[in-house]
């Protein structure tokens, strides 16, 4: 059996209802939001796995995480994004670069590029964390006139701890993609 895997920061309760309650905001764009249950932080997106792949990946994001103490993320602004395409294909949370995040990011990326899987795509550009919101239908946002398209550059202060990163399954369905987390890694913890 195939799993579409990836790694991600799972979002407390009380910020995905937050980032949802954004989304009311702009229901006029032609736009599929992201269920508020759906709301994460994507690490590295690994695509298909076999169950043998998927142990593996489970034990190797397991080392990476007892390498990385809890660290706190910010979330700055919701904006189009990428930044600079267009159209657009989303709208999303950026949240702000940090040390930690980016450390653990990579850690995860080279432990998995030097594993016998290989399956990821590496980024060369610095990790920027973001949390899409909601994917733009392209073809009905150029339809809408530039000057009726709305501006979305919204400022946030919303900061929460990560004490976990999440590997997860990715099924697609009819109504979205529904997510299970399949194992809660613990980053370390000098609590011993």
């Not at 309650?21 to 590295?44: A, F, G, M, S």
């Not at 994001?61 to 267009?86: D, M, Q, R, S, W």
């Not at 009726?148 to 109504?175: A, Y």
Request: hydrophobic residues 35%; negative net charge.
């Amino acid at each position: 059996m195939r799993h579409r895997i990836f790694i991600a920061i799972n979002l407390p309760e009380d910020i995905k209802k937050k980032l949802a309650d954004y989304q009311l905001k702009w229901l006029e764009l032609p736009c599929r939001w992201t269920k508020k249950d759906n709301l994460h932080i994507t690490l590295v997106f690994l695509g298909y796995l076999s169950n043998e792949e998927l142990l593996e990946i489970i034990k190797i994001t397991k080392e990476v995480a007892l390498h990385h103490e809890p660290f706190f993320i910010n979330l700055k602004k919701i904006i189009y994004g990428p930044p600079k395409k267009f159209p657009p294909r989303m709208i999303w949370v950026e949240g702000e670069k940090s040390e930690e995040l980016g450390k653990l990011q990579q850690d995860l990326e080279n432990s998995l590029l030097s594993s016998s899987i290989k399956k990821i795509e590496s980024e060369s550009k610095p990790y920027t964390p973001h949390i899409t919101l909601g994917r733009i239908r392209a073809w009905e946002f150029r339809r809408i006139e530039p000057e009726e398209r709305p501006e979305i550059n919204e400022e946030l202060n919303l900061s929460f701890p990560v004490n976990s990163i999440e590997i997860m399954e990715s099924q697609l369905k009819r109504g979205g993609a529904e997510y299970t987390i399949l194992e809660s890694l613990e980053l370390k913890s000098d609590q011993l």
